[in-house]
């Protein structure tokens, strides 16, 4: 005997976020009417809802409706596969004997992440205006960049120095502020970082959220590229385009960890 069938509605995904990888391949999805629709079983459809609980993309919240609703066992169930799922996620840096304090280790970008965009900038001068504790900064320069990067914290500079070091990498690490920094800096691309706080919006992020991007000056350099929360609006930088970038393990293949935004 078939068990008992639920129909699922998505809304909220923009158009540069591929909805597929997102939703995944466990359901037949179709568009309709500015919805991504489906029919499955309970666990497949209690999967997507936990998976996307709480999510924001591209300036408005992710919404799911499941017909008829979904009893709490199903609900639960889901929940606690999903927690288990994320302990599985993409990883920062590979190479043993970094230096990362808790800010660093949290607005750190995954170190294939890092890599795809920077092979996708190639051998040109960049300036990392964020630099943290280096992770797309050595990046760059792994992939052939001339790489200066920019770091505020003396300390964290001194982490993007000794992992560099460790990379077997150049990169000149310069302490700043990169409001005064970056106009002093001549580069083909200027990539931003910005610091998102603890506390930024999962349904919504504005430019007021990122303050920095709204106080560096962007417009001298070629291509420009920042990266920000998923739940980021990119109608908030006009003249940039977005792409959704996901995690490549398990536990966050089908999350879109950052959005990338480019001009030029």
């Known amino acids: 005997m078939l068990g008992r069938e639920y129909a699922i509605s998505v809304t909220g995904i923009p158009p540069w976020v591929d909805a597929h990888r997102l939703l995944g391949d466990r359901l037949s999805w179709r568009a309709e009417r500015g919805a991504w629709v489906a029919d499955g079983a309970a666990a497949e459809v209690a999967d997507v809802q936990a998976r996307l609980r709480g999510i924001g993309l591209g300036g408005g919240a992710v919404a799911v409706a499941i017909a ?14 999903d927690a288990r799922r994320r302990r599985d996620t993409t990883p920062g840096f590979l190479q043993p004997g970094v230096e990362l304090d808790d800010e660093a280790r949290i607005s750190l970008t995954p170190e294939a992440l890092a890599m795809d965009l920077a092979q996708r900038v190639g051998r040109r001068r960049v300036v990392d205006a964020c630099c943290g504790a280096g992770g797309n900064a050595i990046a760059f320069a792994r992939a052939g960049a001339t790489v200066t990067a920019i770091e505020l914290d003396r300390y964290r500079a001194r982490m993007a120095e000794h992992n560099a070091r460790l990379y077997g990498v150049s990169v000149r690490v310069v302490v700043g502020d990169a409001r005064t920094l970056l106009p002093t800096l001549d580069a083909d691309v200027v990539f931003v970082d910005p610091p998102w706080g603890a506390d930024w919006n999962r349904d919504r992020t504005d430019l007021d959220s990122l303050p920095l991007l709204q106080e560096l000056s962007l417009d001298r350099f ?3 590229i920042a990266k920000a929360p998923p739940s980021f609006d990119p109608a908030a930088l006009p003249g940039f385009a977005p792409r959704a970038v996901f995690g490549e393990a398990r536990g966050d293949r089908q999350r879109v960890k950052f959005v990338l935004l480019e001009r030029g």
């Open 222 to 224: 070629s291509t420009a």
């Open 68 to 81: 008829p609703g979904l009893g709490r066992s199903d609900v639960r169930r889901a929940r606690l596969e």
